[in-house]
C-alpha cells in the first residue's frame, strides 16, 4: 500500500492517526524511501508535530 495522506482542516491531529503518520515514516525509513519519510514529515510538521531523528530513536512533539 501507498502513501495514506492526512489531512484534517484544523490544526489538531488525534493520537491515533499521528500514530499512523509515525508509524508509515518508520517503514518508509526502513525501506529507504527518504522521499516519503519526508512527506510524512512535513505533513506533522504542518499539522502541529516535530519529529526528531535522534541516535536513540524518533522523538515527536506537538509544536504550536
Do not use: C, H
Request: zero cysteines.
Amino acid at each position: 500500500g501507498g502513501f495514506l495522506a492526512i489531512r484534517i482542516p484544523t490544526n489538531r491531529l488525534p493520537a491515533a492517526q499521528a500514530n499512523l503518520a509515525r508509524y508509515q515514516r518508520q517503514m518508509a525509513r526502513k525501506a529507504r524511501d527518504f522521499a516519503r519519510a519526508d512527506q510524512i514529515r512535513a505533513t506533522l510538521r504542518e499539522l502541529g508535530y516535530e519529529i526528531e531523528d535522534t541516535p536513540q530513536g524518533v522523538r515527536w512533539k506537538r509544536i504550536s
